[in-house]
C-alpha cells in the first residue's frame, strides 16, 4: 500500500505557472513509476506525465515543452512544474504510483487556468 500526498494547485491565469508535488509513504527510490494525471470535467483521465525509476520521462503530446516531471530523492518528492499555462489545462491533477503491477492514487488537487 501506498499512500501519495499532493498539493500545489491554485488559480493561475494563463501564461503562468505552477508547481504540483507529491510526497509517497514510502521512499521514491523503490517505487518504479511515478506519474500525473489529470481529469477535467466530462472528460477522461489522461496521463500527463511519467518519471520512472530509471530516469525515463514520457509527456503528453500537449504539454511536452511546458511540463517537467521531476523528483527530489531526498525530500522524497515528485513534482510537475506546469509553465505557460493554458486554459485546457484545467483540470484535477492525481499523483500516481505504479509499483508491483499495482497502481495507487493520491486524492488529487485543482488546478484551475483563467483566460
Known amino acids: 500500500q501506498v499512500q501519495l500526498v499532493e498539493s500545489g494547485g491554485g488559480l493561475v491565469q494563463a501564461g503562468g505557472s505552477l508547481r504540483l508535488s507529491c510526497t509517497p509513504s514510502?521512499?521514491?527510490?523503490?517505487?518504479?513509476?511515478m506519474s500525473w494525471f489529470r481529469q477535467a470535467p466530462g472528460k477522461q483521465r489522461e496521463l500527463v506525465a511519467t518519471?520512472?525509476?530509471?530516469?525515463?520521462?514520457v509527456y503528453l503530446d500537449s504539454v511536452k515543452g511546458r511540463f517537467t516531471i521531476s523528483r527530489d530523492n531526498a525530500k522524497n518528492t515528485v513534482y510537475l512544474q506546469m509553465n505557460s499555462l493554458k486554459p485546457e489545462d484545467t483540470a484535477v491533477y492525481y499523483c500516481?504510483?505504479?509499483?508491483?503491477?499495482?497502481?495507487?492514487w493520491g486524492q488529487g488537487t485543482q488546478v484551475t487556468v483563467s483566460s
Open positions: 518519471l520512472t525509476s530509471g530516469g525515463s520521462t
Open positions: 500516481s504510483s505504479l509499483q508491483d503491477s499495482r497502481r495507487y
Open positions: 514510502r521512499k521514491i527510490s523503490s517505487i518504479n513509476t
